[in-house]
């Protein structure tokens, strides 16, 4: 079975800091990752993936994603947050060839001005 | 907007009522997904088809079912409901199954039991 960890229920940061937003998984055989972002009131929006290739991805809106295999993370990154970066995100993972999307519990991001 | 569109956005039904949710996934996309998104239970996955067929089963009750039809569109249908079922439900698509393409969200059905 596979499974997502978002330790932080919450992350703060001022507009203009880097953020990250921490994820780990745990899944058997090679692992398909992802980041959505949920804003109030509206659904999930797709931020970037993580399939093979280079570690670090690059997605929507200046966002970024580093793999690493070895400690089986997935944490998102901004060099420099704005205020409308302030919603809920979302890790999630995918089994290679499966077809269940098992998302992490969330982690709300504040970006103050 | 990502391409997936849900009917209806929001629904206040009573407890014991039955209600159907539906979905239109973006063009092209063959699978469906359906999740229920709660406060206290997070974001589970309940099932997906794939062309008609269904293909994964996830936390999905017994008084809840789906279906997809020929022209791919998708029903979630919820019966006998209780309290704890209000929830935003979410039908998700994408272009096939077990391969890495992206899942794209509709905005979801609320749903309210009362």
């Known amino acids: 079975a596979q499974s997502v960890a978002q330790p932080e229920d919450q992350v703060n940061v001022a507009e203009g800091n880097p953020l990250t937003v921490k994820c780990t998984y745990s899944v058997s055989g090679n692992p398909y990752l992802f980041w959505y972002v949920q804003y109030p009131n509206r659904g999930l929006q797709f931020l970037l993936k993580?399939?093979?290739?280079?570690?670090l991805v690059k997605g929507s809106y200046g966002f970024e994603a580093e793999f690493n295999k070895s400690q089986t993370s997935f944490h998102l990154k901004k060099p420099s947050a704005l205020v409308s970066d302030s919603a809920l995100y979302f890790c999630?993972?995918?089994?290679?060839?499966?077809?269940?999307?098992?998302f992490g519990a969330g982690t709300i991001l504040r970006v103050k001005s | 907007d990502s391409g997936v569109t849900q009917t209806p956005k929001h629904l206040i039904t009573a407890t014991g009522q039955r209600v159907t949710l539906r979905c239109s996934p973006r063009?092209?996309?063959?699978?469906v997904y359906w999740y229920q998104q709660s406060l206290d239970q997070g974001l589970q996955f309940l099932i997906q088809?794939?062309?008609?067929?269904?293909?994964a089963k996830g936390n999905i009750l017994e008084r809840f079912s789906a279906q997809q039809f020929p022209d791919l569109h998708s029903e979630l249908n919820l019966s006998s409901l209780e309290l704890g079922d209000s929830a935003l439900y979410f039908c998700a698509s994408s272009v096939d199954s077990g391969r890495p393409s992206t899942i794209y969200f509709g905005e979801g059905s609320w749903l309210t039991v009362v």
């Open positions: 999630a993972v995918k089994r290679e060839y499966g077809n269940k999307l098992v």
């Open positions: 088809y794939y062309n008609g067929e269904e293909r």
């Open positions: 993580y399939i093979t290739g280079d570690n």
């Open positions: 063009s092209g996309d063959l699978s």
